[in-house]
């Protein structure tokens, strides 16, 4: 009953950041070029969970921050997150991403890739105001880290040779590091101690780590409408996830050699038998165990904050990214 009445709280509180931070996203674009504010508003305002500043917001407030104006800071996070997104789409020629059609397909390429690389220098436009050296140099490393594990998944794309210590190397730096980042920089900026600052930071990769083994095996299970692109896109793609390289090192050879054709060239058709296979070799719920116990670290981290309401909230989230459906 408490947990529940927890989540109807945590759910009113969310909304209200939302808010916040959507109008903060907007008010940051203003630019003299339409093109920017255009594609930026396309990408920043057609949708999005706000992970990665609602971690920054809750990081600050359980650490005693409460300022007015950390929905302004928080976007520095979500500029720095849509910016990844617009070069992926261009990378990956993606038709749709949020259930809509790409920034590049609307654009094209040149124009998508240029108001990312101006996104991103928004956001670290927006971290100089802090005049807070800690804070640029925990964002420098994020972003050099987040580039490597950019230019990692390039390398890797189609290498059906793939072993999970390279996976989990290419989501840490891609993903994970940024929440990372959110949940430290929130420390920081609330004057947290060094031993909290570090909980924060690894609770931000846990989360991180958690989010997308999530995302990669709904890329397998999920429902198409609630995840806004075709299942198997990651493999068709070039991405080889854990479900897919875990299927790979345990099958037998007449297993492998199917696994590997349908890698290759993945239809719609082959979606049932590939669910099969996954099964068979016990792939999925290998990624469920491991994110069970990302999120596990996650909340140990959590231990050396006193009790208060960001922390039940941060509690539940832990959960809820690991339940999560879309």
Same mark, same amino acid.
């Given at each position: 009953?408490?947990?529940?009445?927890?989540?109807?709280?945590?759910?009113?509180?969310?909304?209200?950041?939302?808010?916040? %931070?959507? =109008? &903060? /996203?907007?008010?940051?674009?203003? #630019?003299?070029?339409?093109? $920017?504010?255009?594609?930026?508003?396309? *990408? +920043?305002?057609?949708?999005?969970?706000?992970?990665?500043?609602?971690?920054?917001?809750?990081?600050?407030?359980?650490?005693?921050?409460?300022?007015?104006?950390?929905?302004?800071?928080?976007?520095?996070?979500?500029y720095l997150h849509a910016?990844?997104?617009?070069?992926?789409?261009? %990378?990956? =020629? &993606? /038709?749709?991403?949020?259930?809509? #059609?790409?920034?590049?397909? $609307?654009?094209?390429?040149?124009?998508? *890739? +240029?108001?990312?690389?101006?996104?991103?220098?928004?956001?670290?436009?927006?971290?100089?105001?802090?005049?807070?050296?800690?804070?640029?140099?925990?964002?420098?490393?994020?972003?050099?880290?987040?580039?490597?594990?950019?230019?990692?998944?390039?390398?890797?794309?189609?290498?059906?040779?793939?072993?999970?210590?390279?996976?989990?190397?290419?989501?840490?730096?891609?993903?994970?590091?940024?929440?990372?980042?959110?949940?430290?920089?929130?420390?920081?900026?609330?004057?947290?101690?060094?031993?909290?600052?570090?909980?924060l930071a690894?609770?931000?990769?846990?989360?991180?780590?958690?989010?997308?083994?999530?995302?990669?095996?709904?890329?397998?299970?999920?429902?198409?409408?609630?995840?806004?692109?075709?299942?198997?896109?990651?493999?068709?793609?070039?991405?080889?996830?854990?479900?897919?390289?875990?299927?790979?090192?345990?099958?037998?050879?007449?297993?492998?050699?199917?696994?590997?054709?349908?890698?290759?060239?993945?239809?719609?058709?082959?979606?049932?038998?590939?669910?099969?296979?996954?099964?068979?070799?016990?792939?999925?719920?290998?990624?469920?165990?491991?994110?069970?116990?990302?999120?596990?670290?996650?909340?140990?981290?959590?231990?050396?904050?006193?009790?208060?309401?960001?922390?039940?909230?941060?509690?539940?989230?832990?959960?809820?990214?690991?339940?999560?459906?879309?």
């Amino acid at each position: 009953m408490i947990k529940s009445a927890a989540k109807v709280q945590l759910k009113a509180a969310l909304n209200k950041d939302i808010a916040a %931070i959507n =109008a &903060a /996203l907007a008010a940051n674009l203003q #630019t003299h070029v339409p093109l $920017i504010a255009e594609v930026g508003r396309h *990408i +920043l305002l057609s949708g999005g969970k706000r992970i990665r500043p609602l971690l920054f917001i809750l990081a600050a407030r359980m650490c005693g921050q409460r300022s007015n104006n950390l929905a302004d800071f928080s976007t520095i996070f979500e500029y720095l997150h849509a910016a990844t997104l617009l070069h992926d789409d261009v %990378i990956d =020629a &993606a /038709l749709v991403r949020r259930g809509t #059609t790409t920034a590049n397909n $609307i654009w094209g390429n040149h124009a998508v *890739i +240029l108001v990312g690389d101006f996104l991103l220098s928004k956001a670290l436009s927006l971290a100089v105001t802090t005049d807070r050296l800690k804070i640029l140099k925990v964002l420098a490393q994020a972003t050099t880290q987040m580039a490597e594990g950019e230019i990692l998944q390039l390398i890797h794309a189609g290498n059906l040779n793939l072993n999970e210590a390279e996976y989990f190397e290419v989501i840490t730096r891609k993903t994970a590091i940024l929440m990372s980042a959110a949940c430290q920089i929130g420390g920081i900026l609330a004057g947290a101690p060094p031993a909290q600052e570090e909980a924060l930071a690894q609770m931000g990769l846990n989360l991180g780590i958690t989010f997308q083994l999530v995302d990669d095996i709904l890329d397998y299970t999920g429902d198409q409408k609630q995840l806004g692109k075709e299942v198997g896109a990651d493999l068709r793609e070039g991405r080889i996830t854990l479900p897919m390289i875990h299927a790979l090192s345990q099958a037998d050879p007449q297993d492998r050699e199917r696994l590997t054709e349908m890698a290759k060239s993945l239809t719609p058709e082959m979606a049932p038998e590939l669910d099969t296979l996954l099964n068979k070799y016990g792939s999925l719920d290998h990624a469920r165990s491991l994110a069970r116990q990302y999120t596990g670290k996650a909340q140990e981290n959590l231990t050396l904050f006193e009790p208060c309401t960001e922390k039940t909230y941060f509690q539940i989230i832990t959960e809820e990214l690991l339940a999560r459906t879309h």
